[in-house]
C-alpha cells in the first residue's frame, strides 16, 4: 500500500455522460501527476500539479478533461461527455518536489458503453 | 527527448529459472531509471530506481538491474523466479529537466510455469 488511494475503482457509463475521478494523495507530497493506460500499453503522463498549480497539461488531454487540485491536498480528474476512446485505467501518482520517486494509487478503471 | 524500449512483449520462465527483462534507454541528459511492475487489477509498485549512484541496483523480492551508459540499457533480472512474480513490469525514465514526469516502456507480461 503506497498511501496513495482512488476513488471509484471501477466506473461504467454511457457514451456522452460526465465523469469525475478523485485522488487522495500522500499529505506530505506536493507533486501530484495523473496519468492513462490503454489496455496492452504502458501508462501515459496527462497532467500534473504542484500543491494546487496545474503546471502541464499534455497534448493527451483534450477540452473534455480537466483536473483540479485544491488547497494542494486531493485531486479530481473529470471528463465531460465521455467517449469510447476515454476507456482505459487512470493512475494518480505522488511525488516530492525535487524527488524522482512516483507512488501510485491503484487507479480507477473507465468503461464507457 | 526521454524514451524507453522494452525489447520483449512476453517472457515465459519455468518457476526456480532465471528471469532477464530487457530494457534500452534514450535521453539527453543523465537519466532516473526504474523498473514498476503491475499485478492484475493491482495498482504499480516500485521495483527499485537507479539515480546515479551504483550502477547495480537492487530492489524488492529479489529483482535486480544494471545500468549500461555504454549499451544505453538497463536490464531487470532475478536468479529464481517464483509464481508471484507473474505480472507485467515496466521500464520507466525520468529527469529532472522534465519535472520527473515518467515515461513509460510498453511493458513485458511475465508467465511462470510451474
Known amino acids: 500500500d503506497t498511501g496513495v488511494s482512488q476513488d471509484p475503482r471501477h466506473k461504467i457509463t454511457k457514451r456522452g455522460q460526465n465523469v469525475t475521478f478523485r485522488c487522495d494523495p500522500i499529505?506530505?507530497?506536493?507533486?501530484l501527476y495523473w496519468y492513462r493506460q490503454t489496455l496492452g500499453q504502458g501508462p501515459e503522463f496527462l497532467t500534473y500539479f504542484q500543491n494546487e498549480a496545474q503546471l502541464e497539461k499534455s497534448r493527451l488531454l483534450s477540452d473534455r478533461f480537466s483536473a483540479e487540485r485544491p488547497k494542494g491536498s486531493f485531486s479530481t480528474l473529470e471528463i465531460q461527455r465521455t467517449e469510447q476512446g476515454d476507456s482505459a485505467m487512470y493512475l494518480c501518482a505522488n511525488g516530492q518536489l525535487d524527488q524522482e520517486t512516483q507512488y501510485f494509487g491503484p487507479g480507477t478503471r473507465l468503461l464507457v458503453l | 527527448a526521454q524514451s524507453v524500449t522494452q525489447l520483449d512483449s512476453h517472457v515465459s520462465v519455468s518457476e526456480g529459472t532465471p528471469v532477464l527483462l530487457r530494457c534500452n534507454y534514450s535521453?539527453?541528459?543523465?537519466?532516473?531509471l526504474f523498473w514498476y511492475v503491475q499485478h492484475p487489477n493491482k495498482g504499480l509498485q516500485l521495483l527499485l530506481k537507479?539515480?546515479?549512484?551504483?550502477?547495480l541496483v537492487k530492489g524488492i523480492n529479489g529483482f535486480e538491474a544494471e545500468f549500461k551508459k555504454s549499451e544505453t540499457s538497463f536490464h531487470l533480472t532475478k536468479p529464481s523466479a517464483h509464481m508471484s512474480d507473474a505480472a507485467e513490469y515496466f521500464c520507466v525514465v525520468s529527469h529532472p529537466s522534465n519535472d520527473y514526469k515518467l515515461s513509460f516502456g510498453a511493458g513485458t507480461t511475465v508467465t511462470v510455469r510451474a
Open positions: 535521453s539527453s541528459y543523465s537519466p532516473s
Open positions: 499529505s506530505e507530497h506536493n507533486r
Open positions: 537507479y539515480t546515479s549512484a551504483a550502477t
